[in-house]
């Protein structure tokens, strides 16, 4: 079992720029999360194709701003 990375983890990692950058991976449950690493938006999403994709057009496309995590995330509300 991977460990579950936090939202605040994920924060405190990220680089301090304003562009948004995205992580997408599997909550414990399975289902599929996007997570702008500095907390400003993500959601929860029925498929990794519908999560990349939202990630992709928040960054406007931009080479390497989205990230796909092997480990557990967790979208907190």
Do not use: N
Request: a negative charge.
């Amino acid at each position: 079992m991977s460990p579950t990375v936090q939202v605040a983890a994920i924060h405190a990692q990220a680089p301090a720029s304003d562009a948004a950058r995205f992580i997408v991976g599997q909550d414990p449950e399975g289902h599929w999360i996007a997570i702008e690493i500095h907390g400003r938006a993500g959601g929860l999403f029925r498929s990794r194709e519908a999560a990349v994709d939202y990630a992709e057009d928040e960054t406007d496309h931009r080479p390497d701003a989205v990230l796909l995590s092997g480990d557990r995330i967790e979208l907190r509300i």
